[in-house]
């Protein structure tokens, strides 16, 4: 049986009418039972917005990434990176930003405590 | 000739090959001669130990496995490849005994390749008691010529032969000395050892258990294999493949010698051990993923996290052994390659090197004197804690 594990995706208003701004919001724990199935939603998203998309990670729910849902994660930063995106992580839970930092991916993505200061960064790199 | 002269020359002759072979194995590399002389004679004491088993088989011909063959074996090639495994049978074991009592004493062993060095300098000792013999032999009853040839070649072709054949039986000790971290290690890259496993599942032992077993075994399988094949090819006078097998087994060697992997310190004094500052689980989440990316040949993603991952966890062997592997898997020629190789150098300095020694100076440091007899119950300790985790370390296939 699959771990428990929810994405929902929100809009948000964006200050350039170029730039798509979502939040994705994790909750749960990714593992090898879920994780496929979660990242496919999440590669859908990015398939419907090829052009600049703009994504926050919310990841205040999230209890636990494997290893294969941090590979994804670099793999999704690639894609969206590639078409002039950006994402970046919010409300990472210290167990989490612990793997992150050590796997580097910190150096990619960019971490903030809050959704707000999130949004804010997004907005302001456009 | 006087006997007594004839065995000092031949004392003196089997001498020039393991001073020339010393110094080509050591001569550039500090190390503790006390112990290399140890082992040394360990390796004479192996040919006598031979010798022994042979003279007691002559009072008790019944339990005499070389007559045993002899009476039931009649076609002349196994009677040799019987004759030929049962020599390797024994002197295999006996050199490798040397080694593996010398390093439950002292903690000798604290790398793979260090296995390898020690069995190779425990095998010279061997060819060099083994060629006073030969030495004393030929000059006895053969002429000049003969006795160059037969110098010559047992030098340099039987004492290499013999150091190249406990060399590998050392790799795979080593190998089966560091189970607990190797096999970890292995885990995390998703190897599967299915002999392993059916051993852990007949014999109802630890994965890690069968692991050190297997090794082991593997080791004196091939070990023997190669020295009955060397020398029923010297029975056949094939002198040609036996060059080849001596020259492939020198640069098998070589190369493992040279690997990073090989050079890790992987004895750990508990007591010393720093703390870990990232949890269980998350180090779990960040191995499995080095494993994946080691699967993927992104070594230099590899070595990347595994330097962050030391900083957090300074005395992780696994991670270290993840690094080390990464390093051996680049190119030669990588740039990256090259920084990092004189960072993360193969010589170790002289306390580093030596656990034990480390922690007395520390503590002499610190004005406690310890008696000589504590190296014996920390090293008790050390081996007593790892025999712990290999009885609880169990992997699920």
């Known amino acids: 049986m699959a771990t428990p594990a929810t994405i929902t995706i929100e809009d948000v208003q964006s200050s350039s009418p170029d730039m798509t701004v979502k939040i994705v919001k994790f909750s749960g724990q990714l593992d090898e039972s879920n994780v496929d199935e979660k990242a496919n939603m999440v590669y859908e998203l990015i398939e419907k917005n090829p052009k600049n998309l703009n994504l926050i990670f919310d990841f205040a729910e999230l209890e636990y990434m494997n290893s294969k849902s941090i590979g994804y994660l670099t793999d999704w930063y ?7 995106g950006k994402i970046v992580v919010a409300q990472t839970r210290p167990n989490i930003l612990d793997i992150l930092q050590v796997v580097g991916l910190t150096q990619l993505i960019k971490t903030f405590p809050t959704i707000d200061e999130a949004k804010f960064a997004i907005s302001h790199s456009a | 000739m006087n006997t007594a002269l004839l065995w000092i020359i031949s004392v003196l002759l089997a001498l020039i090959p393991v001073a020339i072979w010393l110094y080509i194995l050591f001569g550039d590399k500090k190390n503790d001669k006390k112990m290399l002389s140890i082992i040394f004679s360990g390796g004479i004491l192996a040919v006598l130990t031979v010798f022994a088993i042979q003279y007691f088989w002559i009072y008790v011909p019944e339990i005499d ?31 490798q005994m040397m080694v593996r ?35 004393k032999t030929v000059m006895t009853v053969a002429p000049i010529q003969e006795i160059i040839v037969t110098f010559l070649f047992r030098s340099v072709f039987t004492a290499c032969a013999h150091m190249i054949f406990s060399g590998i039986f050392g790799y795979f000790f080593g190998i ?37 077993e297997y090794k082991i075994l593997q080791g004196l399988v091939i070990a023997i294999l190669l020295h009955a094949v060397f020398n029923y090819m010297l ?163």
Not at chain 2, 184 to 209: C, D, M, R, T
């Open chain 2, 65 to 95: 496995p070389f007559l045993w063959i002899g009476n039931n074996i009649t076609d002349p090639t196994y009677y040799y490849v019987g004759i030929f495994i049962l020599v390797g049978i024994m002197e295999e074991l006996v050199k």
């Open chain 2, 101 to 135: 009592y010398v390093d439950t004493k002292t903690v000798l062993i604290q790398t793979v390749n260090d296995s390898i060095r020690f069995s190779l300098v425990a095998a010279l000792g061997f060819a060099f008691a083994e060629n006073i013999v030969y030495f």
């Open chain 2, 235 to 397: 029975q056949m006078n094939q002198i040609l493949p036996v060059i080849a097998l001596v020259v492939a087994g020198y640069l098998y060697l070589k190369y493992l010698l040279d690997r990073k992997a090989g050079n890790l310190i992987l004895v750990t004094d508990i007591s010393e051990q720093r703390t870990s500052t990232i949890g269980k689980k998350d180090s779990e989440v960040v191995l499995e993923l080095v494993g994946m990316w080691f699967d993927q040949k992104k070594y230099v993603d590899v070595i990347h996290v595994c330097e962050r991952l030391l900083e957090r966890d300074p005395d992780n062997n696994v991670v270290k052994l993840f690094k080390a592997k990464a390093m051996d898997k680049l190119d030669p020629e990588n740039p990256y390659r090259k920084i990092l190789s004189t960072i993360f150098s193969d010589e170790r300095g002289e306390l580093e090197r030596n656990t034990i020694a480390y922690y007395r100076k520390k503590k002499e440091i610190e004005g406690k004197n310890i008696p000589q007899n504590s190296k014996e119950k920390l090293f008790r300790f050390v081996e007593e804690k790892k025999k712990q985790e290999n009885e609880t370390f169990k992997i699920d296939l």
């Open chain 2, 176 to 212: 089966a000395k560091f189970t607990i971290d190797i096999t970890k290690n292995s885990h995390w890259e998703g190897k599967i050892y299915l002999g392993v496993h059916l051993i852990s599942k007949v014999f109802q032992i630890p994965y890690a258990q069968a692991f050190k």
């Open chain 1, 78 to 84: 690639g894609k969206v990176y590639e078409n002039g």
